[in-house]
């Protein structure tokens, strides 16, 4: 089965400050990698995935994530933080068939 | 608003009783999904629907958990002779699964019910 871990559990940082959260997963096979974020009481929104090809992923406002397969890792980054980024990432992996699974989040808070 | 509602938003009930809660996904999904998210955890997978076809169950799923999708429409779930511990946010979400591979599947969650067992 797989699981997901983030290293992180909350993350302060000040606006234009640089990004990275980490993910690693653990399954030996072929996965499909995928960052969430939530906003303040708003739902669960998919902010970017990879599932083949570059993996070096693109996705809204700025995000990005590479996947390393060598090392199983699948880190969020973003170059300038903005207020408005201040939400709970999740990452969440699935191979096959099999549901997403979550990693247990990391809160992001980011001060003017 | 992704289009994925989720009744009530929040339960209140004391223990020992039964609550049901619903989920309505995105017309066209044929997958429906529900999880589970206790604070300071991301969400856990309880169990999911292919159109009316309950394909998969968690071990969390105890017995006194039962889902339904009757037509492969909305969804239920519903909690019997509730317990303390099974305070938590209820999420569901769905999607469209056209192919065989998982990567290309995008859920769109609903904003979830919230239940406290008192």
């Known amino acids: 089965a797989q699981s997901v871990s983030q290293h992180n559990h909350h993350v302060i940082l000040s606006e234009a400050a640089s990004l990275e959260l980490g993910c690693n997963y653990s399954y030996g096979g072929t996965v499909n990698l995928f960052w969430y974020v939530q906003y303040p009481g708003q739902h669960l929104q998919l902010l970017l995935k990879?599932?083949?090809?570059?993996?070096l992923v693109k996705g809204i406002k700025g995000f990005e994530a590479e996947f390393i397969k060598s090392k199983f890792s699948f880190n969020l980054r973003k170059p300038s933080v903005q207020w408005s980024d201040t939400a709970e990432y999740f990452c969440?992996?699935?191979?096959?068939?099999?549901?997403?699974?979550f990693g247990k989040g990391t809160r992001l808070s980011v001060i003017a | 608003d992704t289009g994925v509602s989720q009744n009530p938003r929040h339960k209140i009930t004391k223990r020992g009783q039964n609550v049901t809660f619903r989920c309505d996904p995105i017309s066209e999904h044929n997958r429906l999904y529900w999880y589970r998210q206790t604070l300071g955890q991301g969400p856990e997978f309880l169990t999911y629907f292919q159109n009316e076809a309950q394909l998969e169950k968690s071990r969390l799923l105890s017995d006194r958990f039962s889902a339904e999708r009757p037509k492969g429409s909305f969804s239920t779930l519903e909690i019997q002779r509730t317990e303390q511990g099974d305070s938590a946010m209820y999420l569901c979400?769905?999607?469209?699964?056209?192919?065989?591979?998982?990567?290309?599947?995008?859920?769109?969650f609903g904003s979830g019910t919230q239940l406290s067992v008192l």
């Open positions: 979400a769905s999607s469209l699964r056209t192919g065989t591979s998982s990567g290309d599947e995008k859920l769109f």
């Open positions: 990879y599932f083949s090809g570059d993996p």
């Open positions: 969440a992996v699935n191979a096959g068939n099999t549901p997403l699974v």
